[in-house]
């Protein structure tokens, strides 16, 4: 017999929260555990820098460095740290008599009477739902580990903040008091914690079915293993509440095997009659009507851009897209020759300012800027002129001449069945122009850009890699301002 489980962590019960067959598969079936994806790790390391962060805005503290395993010795380590007069205890570690243990980011004293507030960092903006779940065990493990408990507080990032200097700990973070947040949750915990160990010691895997909850509030790890029968193209992506359950009770999955007879909402209808009958559904209207609002000269035009919690450089926020390179293809008049231009800045110091410069004598002062996704370029154009107001004219006027690429697609003037209701250009591109690919590039992303372009900055790798990521941001770019020249190309093509 194997030996009981007698504790849940806080990351197991949000688990088991969202999913008890998760949590079940986490103890019994470490097989189907997947590796973790870059993006994720990303995430991680970004939440380990913000809270390294939030211990410098707390004097008299000490850090509780046991591995998450050895839960005992951090138990031990944080009542010494406590009874050698800490004011905060970064990582202090508490047990319920039920088994309920958690980590807190910060211990806090709060009196001389040996009351503690529970501080939790989270390098999100604001308050999500389900952080006050994670907030109520946490307040249950330390209550009935026996700390007299003051508030509970969440401590996040200060969207607002404006990096003047050095970065300021007390400006970048909002404290928020939960306290009062968490009373009609508190009463459940021990309840949960008692039914998500009995899960944890059952032989059985629990019968959950597929849903919502699988995506909500995070994407769960055994999606793989779960979906698995569902096709990549399924009416979960057609419908939802209960004509979704309609189709499921009748054992429909696939978009094919819909009934012509059931009403399908909005652009979906096209979607799947395009599926259905695998061919490309077209509307010269308003396609030329598209094409009508486009005067030559083009400038293709994709930005890339990072975006970290903490921001790098003056005059900057949390999370504001910084830009740092763009790829320009500008054509003369329709077929005419290709001329690119690219701006990647590769120097010290913040990249707005050379990156401004650069596309303002690279845009010329008429024609249309020809972009893919327009709210994202036009809202840094804003933030660069707001940012550097010697510029703004400029910038507005190459926001003015810009015409979104996205639209004829989103809208479905022009749609391929292998779209699979997207409209991104990562599915777009390969559905009307399978010859060009991302498939053969060392940077194939927006997020992968700028996390490679970050460790750059942070000068973390050798200059021999910089050369190479430098030279493969570059190789990215420009097959995204070729992608649109591309996709132009498709639609003069289906509008004849």
């Not at 850090?63 to 005992?72: A, H, N, R, V």
């Amino acid at each position: 017999m194997p030996k009981p489980i007698t504790r849940i962590s806080k990351s197991q019960y949000l688990k088991g929260l969202q999913c008890p067959k998760a949590l079940w598969f986490y103890r019994h079936r470490r097989d189907l555990y997947p590796e973790i994806p870059e993006a994720k790790q990303r995430l991680f390391d970004s939440g380990h820098e913000v809270g390294q962060l939030a211990q410098t805005y707390f004097q008299n503290g000490i850090e509780i460095t046991e591995k998450y395993y050895q839960i005992d010795k951090a138990i031990t380590a944080t009542m010494r740290a406590v009874n050698n007069g800490y004011d905060a205890i970064y990582e202090a570690t508490a047990c319920s008599d039920d088994g309920a243990y958690s980590r807190i980011d910060i211990l806090k004293k709060a009196d001389a009477f040996g009351t503690w507030d529970l501080i939790e960092v989270k390098q999100s903006t604001g308050i999500k739902e389900y952080y006050l779940d994670d907030m109520a065990m946490q307040r249950y493990a330390f209550q009935g580990a026996g700390y007299q408990i003051g508030a509970s507080y969440l401590m996040h990032v200060n969207s607002q903040y404006i990096r003047r200097g050095e970065l300021d700990p007390r400006g970048f973070f909002a404290l928020q008091d939960c306290t009062e947040l968490l009373e009609d949750r508190l009463p459940h915990v021990a309840g949960y914690v008692a039914d998500l160990l009995k899960i944890l010691n059952s032989g059985l895997e629990p019968d959950i079915k597929i849903g919502d909850h699988c995506k909500k509030p995070f994407e769960c790890d055994y999606i793989h293993h779960c979906w698995k029968h569902v096709p990549d193209y399924s009416v979960y992506d057609i419908f939802k509440g209960s004509q979704r359950q309609e189709m499921l009770a009748r054992n429909i999955l696939d978009v094919t095997q819909i009934p012509v007879t059931v009403s399908v909402p909005g652009h979906k209808a096209i979607d799947v009659d395009a599926y259905r009958s695998q061919t490309v559904y077209v509307d010269k209207t308003k396609i030329n009507g598209f094409l009508d609002t486009i005067s030559y000269p083009i400038y293709y035009l994709d930005y890339e851009t990072l975006f970290p919690a903490i921001p790098l450089y003056e005059n900057a926020s949390p999370y504001q897209q910084i830009p740092f390179q763009f790829s320009l293809h500008i054509q003369e008049s329709k077929g005419s020759d290709l001329k690119h231009i690219e701006f990647l800045h590769t120097e010290s110091g913040d990249p707005r300012p050379g990156f401004i410069r650069a596309l303002i004598d690279s845009c010329g002062r008429k024609g249309t800027v020809l972009v893919y996704n327009m709210g994202f370029e036009s809202r840094i154009n804003r933030e660069l002129g707001q940012a550097f107001p010697r510029y703004q004219l400029e910038l507005e006027n190459i926001n003015a001449r810009m015409v979104d690429l996205l639209v004829p697609f989103r809208s479905r003037h022009l749609y391929h069945p292998e779209m699979m209701g997207s409209a991104s250009l990562k599915s777009v591109l390969p559905a009307f122009v399978p010859d060009l690919s991302y498939d053969d590039l060392a940077i194939a992303d927006g997020d992968s850009a700028s996390a490679m372009y970050l460790n750059c900055v942070k000068d973390s790798i050798s200059n021999a890699d910089k050369k190479k990521i430098f030279k493969n941001l570059k190789d990215y770019c420009a097959l995204d301002t070729l992608a649109e020249v591309r996709l132009l190309e498709v639609l003069y093509q289906y509008a004849g």
